[in-house]
């Protein structure tokens, strides 16, 4: 069973730094993509941030120039290095893989950004 699972998450000061990481375990293929998605209260999930097996990233235009995607195949772990924080990226982080046609999530990891 794939899971992948969050941690990193806390509270920090507008302007602050967080880095995200994501082990995924149950698996020995490659996934074709791992994406980081957010949803704050009362509004829809997001996708954030996006790496695919070729080390392309892609970013949603409300983070770019300030989280970066990585990941570690030696480590099976992603991370999201979050810089410059807003009160507005307070939201449940989760990370997602993408594998063999279908996609897991993690639980989620809390981030809260005050002002």
């Known amino acids: 069973q794939v899971q992948p699972v969050e941690s990193g998450g806390g509270s920090v000061q507008a302007g602050g730094s967080l880095r995200l990481s994501c082990a995924v375990s149950?698996?020995?293929?490659?996934?074709?993509?791992m994406i980081w998605f957010r949803q704050a209260p009362g509004r829809e999930r997001e996708g954030v941030a996006t790496?695919?097996?070729?080390?392309?990233?892609s970013y949603a235009y409300s983070v770019k120039g300030r989280f970066t995607i990585s990941q570690d195949n030696a480590k099976n772990t992603l991370y999201l290095q979050m810089n410059s924080l807003k009160p507005e990226d307070t939201a449940m982080y989760y990370c997602?893989?993408?594998?063999?046609?279908?996609?897991?999530w993690g639980q989620g990891t809390q981030v809260t950004v005050s002002s």
């Open positions: 997602a893989a993408d594998l063999g046609g279908r996609r897991y």
């Open positions: 149950g698996y020995s293929d490659t996934c074709s993509r």
């Open positions: 790496i695919e097996s070729d080390g392309s990233t």
